[in-house]
C-alpha cells in the first residue's frame, strides 16, 4: 500500500524537522532507537501500537504520517471551436497560469487590433502565425515563441496556407480582458465561454 510505504519517510520528516536524534525521540516513545530507525527505512511494519506512542511524542496524528493518494495530475477538460479557432485547455481551470493549446485557420489581417493588461506568451507547433503588433506585421514560423506588450494593439492569426496550431500561455489578467465582454467572466467560468479573439 503507497502510504504505508511512505510512512517511514513522513516519520524520519518530522523527526528530523524538530531537531531530534533517533535518540531523543526513541526515548521520549519508549522504544528503542534500533527499532525506530528500521520504521524510518521501511524495514519493519509500522503497528498502531508502535506509532501511537511516536505520534503523541511528535504532537501529531497517525493519519499524518499516512499520505494521501495524489489526484489525478491529467488535465481533462473539452476543446471549443469559435471565430476560426479550435480552443483547447491545457491547465486546470484553478491555474494562475492558463496555458492553451489553439488551432487557429488562415484568413486575412485583422482590421480592428486590442489590447489589454496582462501576460502572454506563445510558441507556434505547426504552420506560420501572424503577429500584428500596431502596424508591424511578423510572421512566426514553426519552433518560433514571442513574448510582447500587450498594452500595444495586437492580433494573431494564420497566415496560411495551412492551419497554424499554437501553444498559448496567458495569466489572470489576459484571461479576463479576453473574456471582459462576458458580463465578469474570469477564468473559472472560461470553460464553455471561450476567448472571444485570442490576440
Given at each position: 500500500?503507497?502510504?504505508?510505504?511512505?510512512?517511514?519517510?513522513?516519520?524520519?520528516?518530522?523527526?528530523?524537522?524538530?531537531?531530534?536524534?533517533?535518540?531523543?525521540?526513541a526515548r521520549g516513545a519508549g522504544i528503542s532507537p534500533s527499532t525506530l530507525?528500521?520504521?524510518?527505512?521501511?524495514?519493519?511494519?509500522?503497528?498502531?501500537?508502535?506509532?501511537l506512542p511516536i505520534t503523541r511524542c511528535l504532537g501529531i496524528t497517525v493519519?499524518?504520517?499516512?499520505?494521501?493518494?495524489?489526484?489525478?495530475?491529467?488535465?481533462?477538460?473539452?476543446?471549443?471551436?469559435?471565430?476560426?479557432?479550435?480552443?483547447?485547455?491545457?491547465?486546470?481551470?484553478?491555474?494562475?497560469?492558463?496555458?492553451?493549446?489553439?488551432?487557429?485557420?488562415?484568413?486575412?489581417?485583422?482590421?480592428?487590433?486590442?489590447?489589454?493588461?496582462?501576460?502572454?506568451?506563445?510558441?507556434?507547433?505547426?504552420?506560420r502565425l501572424r503577429l500584428q503588433l500596431g502596424e508591424e506585421e511578423i510572421?512566426?514560423?514553426?519552433?518560433?515563441?514571442?513574448?510582447?506588450?500587450?498594452?500595444?494593439?495586437?492580433?494573431?492569426?494564420?497566415?496560411?496556407?495551412?492551419?497554424?496550431?499554437?501553444?498559448?500561455?496567458?495569466?489572470?489578467?489576459?484571461?479576463?480582458?479576453?473574456?471582459?465582454?462576458?458580463?465578469?467572466?474570469?477564468?473559472?467560468?472560461?470553460?464553455?465561454?471561450?476567448?472571444?479573439?485570442?490576440?
Open positions: 500500500m503507497e502510504e504505508l510505504a511512505q510512512l517511514g519517510l513522513r516519520l524520519r520528516s518530522a523527526r528530523t524537522a524538530r531537531g531530534w536524534t533517533l535518540d531523543r525521540l530507525s528500521r520504521l524510518e527505512s521501511g524495514k519493519r511494519q509500522a503497528s498502531l501500537e508502535l506509532l493519519d499524518e504520517l499516512l499520505v494521501a493518494s495524489s489526484p489525478d495530475p491529467r488535465v481533462q477538460r473539452d476543446a471549443w471551436e469559435r471565430n476560426g479557432m479550435l480552443v483547447q485547455p491545457l491547465s486546470p481551470e484553478s491555474s494562475p497560469v492558463h496555458t492553451y493549446k489553439i488551432r487557429y485557420v488562415p484568413r486575412p489581417p485583422i482590421t480592428e487590433l486590442g489590447s489589454h493588461d496582462g501576460y502572454e506568451w506563445l510558441y507556434v507547433l505547426s504552420g510572421l512566426l514560423q514553426a519552433g518560433e515563441a514571442a513574448e510582447f506588450d500587450t498594452l500595444r494593439p495586437h492580433g494573431l492569426s494564420a497566415a496560411g496556407p495551412e492551419d497554424a496550431e499554437v501553444i498559448c500561455i496567458l495569466n489572470d489578467a489576459a484571461v479576463n480582458s479576453h473574456t471582459a465582454d462576458q458580463a465578469g467572466a474570469g477564468p473559472s467560468e472560461l470553460g464553455e465561454k471561450p476567448i472571444e479573439q485570442l490576440s
